[in-house]
């Protein structure tokens, strides 16, 4: 069993390269087996859940490999010859993301039912409702969900809520279905844009991508792209701005479109913390007192869901009262608990977290619960005083690359341990 250990008081200086977007690069994984021909992805995350990724698709017959630390080869496969490993699609939510290209290239799919995670139930039933109303005939069966399609028809599907992945799995089968499909309430998040001018590349008509509505012209096939680059990860960029302003850095991201982190940088300067624009790098400088603010989560372009926890972090050692507001899921706000035992004063009521600043943070063991949590907490560390132990690290694997290194780079003291 491993441990990351965080030796804190330091403040995080110089510069640091930004990787490619996991939730771009999972969805456009998924949409390259609807390609006719083999397809190259530069700009690729070496994280694990790519990792699993590749695991799943080449156990489906396709032909993947790394051309490059960060270059993906991926070969589509005549046929599936053998459904995704349930042990492996388990592990992945995202591989949630094969039903709808299975479905329009292959005409079938049977992919495990993503239960639910530490952060929500994470329901698909609007996944169903749209791949249904294109013809698909989708049921559950010992956990899986099993889908079978002739061949899929347009049709025009509204979304109760703008989920990304019922968006992304939609606008994927709708390019190869039978005429027009149309999306509404679709989610506009910058990933959903990627995936659309990846399959725009691959020969299909997709229009509208990052608005309200998308529209879709079935193709008989996609084989066109050879080559696409993956847009940068904001995530992974939020999480070293706040990092950054948590330890009254001075840090230069590159390899970022500061566009697509607009709703924190606007979060962020109203904290008081600088931020020098650039066309693809952000200057992040904090070095006097900051400001508490109010936060609720929304889809984009609101405040991320994903930064939300990040954020939780920042406030605890702003003087005064912030409040933060949960509208994506209902059980994000686990990372307070350990947030607690490292002297945050945090009160959650459902949805909604007040945090009371407190003058600093001492180091405690913690562990981490998900993903972001998990990124949340190196930042606690890394603000705290002493040392502080995180248990559960690969959950931060999963969406950071090369964390330790980059972090140790900015002048943190970050190392991972082995335990007896
Ligand atoms: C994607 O998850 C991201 N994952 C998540 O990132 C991100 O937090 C989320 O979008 C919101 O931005 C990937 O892209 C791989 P949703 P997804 O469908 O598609 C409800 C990370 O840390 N819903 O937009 O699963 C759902 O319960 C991860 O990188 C339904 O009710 O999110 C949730 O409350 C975590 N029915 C809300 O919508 C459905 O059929 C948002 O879910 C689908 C979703």
């Known amino acids: 069993m491993r441990k990351i250990v965080v030796s804190g008081g330091r403040s995080l200086k110089g510069k640091v390269k930004i990787s490619g977007a996991k939730n771009a690069s999972l969805a456009i994984m998924c949409a390259a087996l609807m390609a006719d021909k083999p397809v190259v992805l530069d700009n690729i995350p070496y994280i694990s859940d790519v990792k699993i990724m590749i695991e799943i698709i080449g156990t489906m017959g396709a032909e993947i490999r790394w051309l490059d630390s960060d270059v993906l080869y991926i070969k589509p496969p005549e046929t599936i010859s053998q459904d995704a490993p349930y042990e492996k699609v388990k592990k992945?939510?995202?591989s949630n993301l094969l039903l709808g290209p299975l479905l329009?290239?292959?005409?079938?799919a049977s992919v495990a039912l993503p239960g639910g995670c530490n952060i929500g139930v994470?329901?698909?039933?609007?996944h169903f409702k749209g791949l249904a109303g294109m013809g698909a005939e989708i049921r559950l069966e010992r956990g899986f969900v099993i889908g079978t399609a002739d061949r899929l028809t347009g049709a025009r599907v509204y979304l109760d809520f703008p989920s990304v992945g019922a968006t992304e799995n939609i606008m994927m089968a709708a390019c190869l279905a039978e005429g027009q499909t149309i999306i509404e309430n679709v989610a506009k998040e910058p990933e959903i844009v990627d995936l659309a001018n990846f399959l725009n590349a691959m020969g299909a008509k997709v229009r509208g991508a990052g608005t309200d509505v998308i529209k879709i012209e079935g193709k008989s096939e996609l084989n066109q792209c050879q080559r696409y680059s993956v847009i940068p990860d904001r995530i992974e960029a939020g999480t070293y701005m706040v990092a950054a302003a948590a330890t009254r850095g001075d840090v230069l991201l590159e390899n970022v479109i500061p566009k697509h982190l607009e709703p924190l940088i606007a979060k962020l300067r109203e904290a008081k913390v600088e931020i020098e624009e650039s066309e693809d790098s952000l200057r992040v400088k904090a070095a006097g007192p900051l400001a508490p603010?109010?936060?609720k989560t929304l889809p984009y372009p609101g405040f991320p869901t994903d930064m939300q926890s990040q954020m939780m972090v920042l406030l605890t050692t702003v003087p005064g009262t912030s409040v933060i507001v949960e509208n994506i899921f209902e059980n994000r706000f686990?990372?307070?608990?350990?947030?607690?035992?490292?002297?945050?004063?945090i009160k959650v009521e459902g949805r909604m977290a007040v945090i009371?600043?407190?003058?600093?943070?001492?180091?405690?063991?913690?562990?981490?619960?998900?993903?972001?949590?998990?990124?949340?907490l190196l930042i606690a560390g890394l603000m705290a005083r002493g040392e502080t132990h995180i248990s559960n690290p690969q959950y931060i694997l999963r969406g950071y690359q090369d964390f330790e290194s980059k972090l140790n780079s900015l002048g943190a003291c970050v190392k991972s341990v082995t335990l007896e």
């Open 92 to 94: 992945l939510r995202a």
């Open 104 to 108: 329009a290239k292959y005409g079938r």
């Open 122 to 126: 994470r329901p698909m039933d609007l």
């Open 293 to 295: 603010v109010d936060i």
């Open 334 to 345: 686990q990372v307070a608990d350990e947030l607690k035992r490292l002297g945050a004063k």
């Open 356 to 376: 009371e600043g407190v003058p600093e943070l001492q180091g405690a063991h913690v562990k981490a619960t998900d993903l972001r949590a998990g990124a949340a």
